[in-house]
């Protein structure tokens, strides 16, 4: 009997505890959380940086001319990089149309070259269509609101978009004046460049832009523009006062400039994403401090040197200035925000955005 008892005491003991087990509070694996990746830590002291180790060549290239302030600051920012990385990241830089230019290098970036380039925004808007809206015809006319709109969470945002695209944007400051009508003919109203042919960048929106304006717009590059002009295939061109003074000497073949400055001259550095992911932090921090330094420095550059050449292409060269009809011309222009929505799937409430901008700015500073 004893025995007995002693047998179901210790069976009841066993169903006891294997009851205690099957209600164990540990959760299954997959509900463990997650561990956290370690941060990086800074190299303790005598031990290597693997910066150290890390080196970069980069090709830059743009269209411009030594004589022009975006040269110049290109070729600032290269060398600048290039110091003060220790050649760890290697700036060479290709003017003159040496190497892709506009569209074509965007497309370099895209498809993850070593590579930076500097183009105005719109040739951006094949990837993000309101690259194009920002430079929208008759937006800003100082440089103070396009800076202000550039320090804008809508533009962050667009950087955001571009950067998804592998478009890594560096800075968006190496702006050169406005665009205006520069030729031989007396221009006042959209009328009077109606049934002339002027040449345009390879931008759809600044053809676009020239279209409305009243002109004919064929597409060349700059360094064909003034052989056009002597042979009569175009009679002018649009930009800014930055572009009549420099390479070729553009003042001495027109003389004569409309001010409509119907578009903001600038340019967006740029590199690709994913090549920008794999620089060291502490080079990536020296490449955007000189970025914003030399755009900063051409952008004040270039508005402290227009006056000065102004006058001097008036009392030397010849060249006169006209005010005109802005208001005709900023008419003439509304369609343009109408192409940018149809032709790049930007929208009418961005652009009711960054006009509500630049009225912010303009209210805070009368």
């Not at 042979?231 to 027109?254: H, K, N």
């Amino acid at each position: 009997m004893k025995k007995l008892l002693a047998l179901l005491l210790a069976l009841v003991m066993v169903l006891s505890l294997a009851a205690c087990g099957g209600n164990s509070s540990t959760p299954p694996a997959t509900e463990a959380p997650a561990e956290e990746a370690p941060a990086e830590e800074a190299p303790a002291e005598g031990e290597a940086d693997p910066a150290d180790d890390f080196y970069l060549d980069i090709k830059f290239s743009n269209v411009f001319n030594p004589k022009e302030w975006n040269y110049k600051a290109s070729e600032n920012l290269a060398k600048d990089i290039t110091e003060k990385t220790d050649g760890h990241i290697t700036v060479t830089y290709y003017g003159t149309n040496e190497l892709d230019c506009y569209a074509a290098s965007v497309t370099q970036a895209v498809n993850g070259a070593n590579w930076m380039g500097l183009e105005e925004p719109s040739l951006f808007a094949d990837y993000v269509g309101d690259a194009a809206m920002v430079i929208a015809p008759m937006l800003y006319s100082s440089n103070e609101e396009y800076n202000y709109v550039m320090d804008s969470d809508f533009v962050a945002d667009l950087i955001d978009r571009l950067a998804e695209q592998n478009i890594h944007i560096l800075d968006t400051h190496y702006s050169f004046g406005f665009r205006s009508i520069c030729s031989n003919l007396d221009v006042y109203t959209p009328d009077d460049l109606k049934g002339h042919v002027f040449r345009a960048t390879s931008s759809a929106l600044f053809s676009k832009t020239l279209e409305c304006l009243g002109a004919t717009p064929q597409p060349m590059d700059f360094t064909d523009c003034l052989a056009a002009i002597q042979q009569g295939v175009v009679e002018g061109f649009e930009g800014s006062v930055s572009t009549l003074a420099g390479a070729g000497e553009p003042y001495e073949l027109v003389k004569k400039v409309a001010l409509t400055n119907h578009l903001i001259a600038t340019r967006w550095l740029f590199m690709p994403e994913d090549v920008w992911q794999t620089i060291p932090e502490k080079y990536q921090k020296i490449i955007s401090d000189c970025a914003y330094e030399w755009g900063m420095w051409e952008q004040k550059s270039c508005e402290d040197d227009e006056a000065v050449q102004i006058e001097k292409m008036k009392t030397e060269d010849g060249v006169t200035w006209n005010e005109v009809d802005l208001d005709a011309f900023s008419a003439a222009c509304a369609p343009v925000i109408d192409w940018i929505v149809e032709e790049y799937g930007s929208t009418y409430e961005a652009y009711d955005q960054l006009t509500a901008l630049v009225a912010e700015y303009r209210a805070a500073n009368a």
